[in-house]
């Protein structure tokens, strides 16, 4: 079987969704763990070779338009050192009042609502 290792888990999930629309019909169904994708060939009339899964790889990362920095193959293992991309935001968890659902996400107007209820 052969591995497929990314650094990033988004990328990971995303490169094996569309390489699982590229494989249905040689019947190979690509198992993500962790951060590696596994090909899984066995129930297909023929093995997938290295090489060939290397250009399935190549395609799904361009149609994705995912940014690596290089591809290399390791017996039975292609690593792609993909790029972090655009750091995200900062963005501070919403909190949520357990007894109605309000939202915020400024810590205190959250304790001044859940003591409108009368709880605390």
């Known amino acids: ?12 999930i995303n490169l094996a969704a569309s390489m699982a629309e590229e494989l249905v019909p040689l019947e190979i169904v690509p198992i993500i763990k962790n951060n590696e994708i596994v090909l899984d060939d066995s129930s297909s009339s023929r093995p997938l070779s290295v090489e060939e899964a290397l250009q399935y790889v190549r395609r ?3 149609r ?4 690596y920095r290089y591809i290399y193959v390791k ?8 790029l972090e991309g ?4 900062y963005e501070p968890p919403l909190l949520f009042c357990p007894f109605c659902g309000y939202v915020t996400q400024y810590e205190e107007i959250y304790w ?3 003591k409108s ?4």
């Open 1 to 12: 079987m052969i591995k497929i290792r990314l650094r990033k888990n988004e990328n990971t």
């Open 60 to 62: 799904s990362l361009e």
């Open 64 to 67: 994705l338009k995912t940014k």
């Open 75 to 82: 017996r039975e293992t292609i690593c792609v050192e993909d």
């Open 86 to 89: 655009e750091e995200k935001k």
């Open 112 to 114: 001044i609502h859940v």
């Open 117 to 120: 209820h009368g709880v605390i």
